[in-house]
């Protein structure tokens, strides 16, 4: 699948928290290098099932907090994704001496490997979008039943450490939904969650309005 470069290179600059008129010859250079080999660099692969030809629905979703994925899973999938460890190595390894691209490359996989998801997705499930075990207060353990279903370390090589770290670093799992709308107001751990103190969201969208972001401090004095 080709990646538009303009749309690569924007998601990057966000990861970055960049514009192009920050950048310096110096990250320029890096950024246009990452761009141009990141195909190269990387092995995507991915594997779906339809939940629906699963023998049962994964008892994870039956939890409380999977209650707005209630109703959209009649077409959902179970989906899980990565670049390979060979982009891993390769961003460890310029973290030793050149970390400025390390940083650079590490945003520009990340980009990719998100752009691609997201546009294999768009052709399998119109309107549809990949939650994430570990959004709106859910625990990133469903993780470990997503991965275990798709049979992921064998297919994509892809495992789950104890801690919850997926490896390889540059990896994607969960649950693909259409019709669902990823929404700080709705999250069960709003009034106490770290990404939106900062101005940010765990789905990686911009942060919610102003006034969305007031309520949520506001019950977390309540609180």
Known sequence: MCVPVSLLRNNALTYLGYSDSDLDE??????????THIAE??????IYTRLKDLPEAPAFLQQESYVG????????LLFAATLGLGID?????????????????????NAYLET???????????????????YA??????????????NAQKHLGIYLKDSGLMIPEKSMAGIVVAGYSFSCRACSIR?????????????????????????AKADNIKA
């Open 26 to 35: 110096q990250t320029q250079e890096a950024l246009h290098s990452a761009l």
């Open 41 to 46: 660099w990387s092995a995507y692969k991915q």
């Open 69 to 76: 994925l209630q109703g959209k899973l009649d077409t959902a």
């Open 89 to 109: 190595r390769r961003i460890q390894s310029l973290s030793l001496n050149r970390l400025s691209e390390a940083v650079v490359l590490n945003a520009v996989a």
């Open 116 to 134: 691609r998801v997201e546009l294999f997705i768009g052709e399998i499930l119109p309107g549809g979008v990949l939650f994430c075990p570990g």
């Open 137 to 150: 207060g859910t625990s990133p353990e469903g993780n470990r039943s997503v991965l275990k279903l798709l």
């Open 191 to 215: 009034s106490k969650c770290d990404h939106l103190r900062q101005g940010k969201t765990c789905y990686g969208k911009p942060a919610p309005h102003r006034e969305e972001s007031r309520n």
